[in-house]
Each structure stands twice: as C-alpha cells, then as structure tokens.
C-alpha cells in the first residue's frame, strides 16, 4: 500500500521560507507525478504544482515565483519550499501522488504551517 | 484558469437515502473529472476519476456520471461512513482546480 507522509515546521515566520518534505513508502517515486495542494483554513484547496519522477516541474501561475519542488536523492521523498511567506500562505498542506490521467490516488494526511511571528 | 462550481455547499440526509451532488466546470474538460471523499484528519479518498470510472476498492453505491461542463456524484444509498466531505477536480488542464466541496452531514 502506498503512504504518502508531509513533515516539516508547524510555524513559519512571515518572510521566511516553507519548507516541507513528503516521505512516500510503499512506491518508488519513479515514474509518477508528484503533487503538493493545500487548504487554507475555511477555504477550498489550492493546487501548488507537481514534479514528474524525472525532474521536470509544472507550478500554479499564482504561486510560481515562490515555489520550488524538488525530489529528493533517495528518490524517496519529495520537497516544497515556498519563499516569502505571509499569513495567506497559512494552510494545510498536502502532498500527493498523481497519475498520467491527473488524478491523484494516494494523499497524506496534510500537515498545518501557519505563518505568524 | 478553470473554475469548478460544487453544489451544494452542504446537505443534511439519512442513512439509506439517495444523495447527489453536482460539479459544473467553466469550460468543456470531456470527462478530465474526479471525485474525492475527505474526512477530517485522514487523507483525501479517491472515489472516482475520469467521471465514472470507480477507484479499485470503493464501494459500487458511489457512480459519477457526465462530461463536457456538468457532472454528478451520486451515492445510491448513504452510509454511516459516508458521512464526509466531497470534493471534484479537474485534470483537463494546468493549474488543476477543485470544486469548493459539499459536506454531508446527519440528518
């Protein structure tokens, strides 16, 4: 069964970068997309973007200034970083394994960064 | 950007009732339509991708019909467990975009 698990920081300082990781077990990272989506609170989800197994990205056009993923060298993980943080950028994050067709099948649980000094 | 239109915002049934829940997108995306079950604290369950196809291991109560710009999620007969919130998504294009999700609640 695969498992997808956000970890990172809960609390992150306006300015700062947002940095999380996704640990996947279960799958090997190779030859899947990769996604990051989060839920602000009271609001509705927010696609950030996905990396492909083999490096490329495609980000969100309202964050992609701002936005980095990148997989890791175990290639079991995967990683967003966010630069510039505000309070808008509070949100459950999750990440995701999304398949050719776009639809993702295995999440996380999501983790809440909350950005406050 | 594609918008996605979920209706309603929540309902209120009974276990073996009938529910349906709509997705209207703001421009044709075929059948590039998913439907997603989330409870609170779990990660979000795939239910049904390309409008009507459904996901290894879901329970056949849950059907997806439509395409082009209007779709449904029906439950042909609810659930204690269904009791959920439920979101669409579209894959047609990039940034993909979720619908603002419907919450089912007891009646």
């Known amino acids: 069964q695969v498992q997808l698990q956000e970890s990172g920081p809960g609390l992150v300082k306006p300015s700062e970068t947002l940095s999380l990781t996704c640990s996947v077990s279960g799958a090997s990272i190779t030859a899947y997309y990769w996604s990051w989506i989060r839920q602000p609170p009271g609001k509705g989800l927010e696609w950030i973007g996905y990396?492909?197994?083999?490096?490329?990205?495609n980000y969100n056009p309202s964050l992609k200034s701002r936005v980095t993923i990148s997989v890791g060298t175990s290639r079991q993980h995967f990683s967003l970083k966010l630069t510039s943080v505000t309070a808008a950028d509070t949100a459950v994050y999750y990440c995701?394994?999304?398949?050719?067709?776009?639809?993702?099948?295995?999440w996380g649980q999501g983790t809440l960064v909350t950005v406050s000094s | 950007d594609i918008q996605m239109t979920q209706s309603p915002s929540s309902l209120s049934a009974s276990v073996g009732d009938r529910v349906s829940i709509t997705c209207r997108a703001s421009?044709?995306?075929?059948?590039?339509l998913n439907w997603y079950q989330h409870k609170p604290g779990k990660a979000p369950r795939l239910l049904i991708y390309a409008a009507s196809s459904l996901q290894s291991g879901v329970p056949s109560r849950f059907s997806g019909s439509g395409s082009g710009t209007d779709f449904t999620l029906t439950i042909s007969s609810l659930q204690p467990e269904d009791f959920a919130t439920y979101f669409c998504q579209q894959s047609h294009s990039t940034p993909r975009t979720f619908g603002q999700g419907t919450k089912v609640e007891i009646k």
């Open positions: 990396i492909y197994y083999s490096g490329s990205t």
């Open positions: 995701a394994r999304e398949l050719v067709s776009g639809y993702s099948d295995f």
């Open positions: 421009q044709s995306i075929s059948s590039y």
